[in-house]
């Protein structure tokens, strides 16, 4: 049901705040109405929670979704922890950062000295700016003011210990320890003792809660599992790959990192299989539901809740099986669609919801937006603000998501979300041509089990959505909005630290060249190799 916030009362509150701090504190620097931020950032989560109709217990997310507005159609721009970290923490999109996996040279070398991050842009506004657990993937946001990262590791000990003695590397675990054991228990307990050792009157914070859990390995404490019954679980919808589609739509990766029951991507789990990986990671997003459920209740102790933005979402989705398939890093809705939730006590209405297509890289000025600064110009998202005031607001016309395949990226899917179809086009990175093209129609296959684009029939329409596709971004904007950025290209990701070795290498033993010659000549070098190839 979508219903009108109070919208007068947050213009009355807007005004009033406006005038006590143009009569009171201009002389502290500090602007005291201006609201906090709780950012809440969760690792793999896709929508099968219950609050988006799914089999997922999650009572404490749910608890925030009735208390502000949950949207419906909110989509990442790549479906990777890296890649979508990088473009919503930065209001970029992926070919403005140029990070696939893991951050590129060039994003941290170039990207984020230009730019900052949206903490970084809080803390230049006078915010108290502490992030916590995993905020960026692969590296720590340098700036000093920001921390404590805490610690406390991935996993919980006696699973690390089993790794270490040789043990499987089993993609669940069922836990005999109790929270507190837990990394995602430390990094709530750190935030929540921030929160309520914050003084309001010293100005506002901007807190990022960054949660592991329930990305892989899907573990959690037994009290977690016994909120399911597994034979009660339901089982994958659609069980194959959709009739028609590339076997590149989904890439297998995720099937060589673990001792699954089968690692041959051809072989679906069996059902017994099927349940019980799907057992684990919803007790490990009940897990991670718990934590979020701690901060929650500090922020309520705290009395700040009429003071702080809350914001929730998930780095990307995660197919559960669909598609034979149990990972991220693919195209479908539930590998690209994500939970977002916004909440403010007293400012926005509870218990509203809205269809509109929204973006994670429009994150970065809905909240600055909403915290009465200026969004900067630069940004390639839009605030969605409007949409919070007015849920019915007819808004984007499409959303983008993509994602590069292979050690060199020589292909890459780029799918637009509309609000009836999905149309997802392959194309050969070094010449541009389309390799292959998907459409799915949710009016008459919400679980996208048949590839449309394979019917004559449908030609007509997939030309004009391949039109609106490659027209960019820009034109999907809602009525009446506009973005004038002008971001420079980013050069083809080459991949920094430990774990890009393997892509790096793949990458000289393509194009030449050493590592040591540095990533701008490397990059430059696969560039003219593209146009050699285009000629
Ligand atoms: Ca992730």
Known sequence: MERIPKLNNWIFITLAFALISCGGNGSSGKDNSQPNVLFIIIDDMN??????????????IDQLAASGIKFNHAYVQQPVCAASRASFLTGLRPNSTGVD????HYFLDEVMPKHGTISRYFAGSGYDVKQFGKVHHGIEDENPTFKPKSKGRYYNDSINLSFENGGPKLPYEKSYDGDS???????????????LAHDQSSGPFFFVAGFKKPHL???APEKYWDMYDRTEIPLPVPRNLAEGSPEYAVDQYYLNQYDWETKDPQTPFTDVYARLIRHAYYASSSFVDAQVGLV???????????????????DHGFLMGEQNYWGKTNLFEKGVQVPLIVSWKDHIEAGMETKALVEAVDI???????????VPGYLEGNSFKPVIEEPSLPWKKGVLSQQPRGMVADREGISMRTDRYRYTEWINTFTGEIIAQELFDYEVDPTESVNLAIYSENAKLLHELSTQLNTGWKSLLPEGVTNHSTNPLAPPSYAWGGEGKG???????TFGGYEEEGWREATERRMSYQSTYEK
């Open 47 to 60: 929508v099968d929670v219950n609050c988006y109709g799914g089999p997922i217990k999650s009572p404490h």
């Open 101 to 104: 996996y893991p951050y590129s």
């Open 181 to 195: 054991e837990y990394a995602d228990f430390k990094i709530a307990d750190s935030v929540a003792t921030a929160i």
């Open 217 to 219: 390995i899907f573990a």
């Open 296 to 314: 929650l209740d500090a922020l309520r102790e705290s009395g700040l809740e009429e003071e702080t933005i809350v914001l929730f979402v998930s």
């Open 364 to 374: 970065f000025p809905t909240l600055v937006d909403m915290a009465g600064l200026e």
């Open 503 to 509: 892509r790096r290498a793949a990458w000289h033993k």
